[in-house]
């Protein structure tokens, strides 16, 4: 079964990250995207391992730079 994949930008934020806690409960793929200026790697660290979780480091202003 193919997973549903979504993007949650300001995920490591208070509400981004409560969001994706559901997200991933209810079996979505989620990529955050957050540049980690306001947002707290606390705040989806217990995601990190979790191959439905991806989190990438970025400004959402600057995506052209990105890797």
Do not use: P
Not at 23 to 48: C, K, P, Q, T
Request: glycine share 8%.
């Amino acid at each position: 079964m193919k997973l549903r994949t979504t993007l949650v930008t300001g995920g490591a934020r208070f509400i981004g990250s409560h969001l994706v806690d559901r997200l991933v409960f209810d079996g979505w793929y989620v990529r955050i995207l957050d540049n980690f200026i306001s947002g707290e790697m606390e705040n989806v660290a217990h995601h990190l391992g979790n191959n439905c979780v991806e989190v990438l480091n970025e400004d959402l202003k600057n995506l052209q730079d990105a890797k």
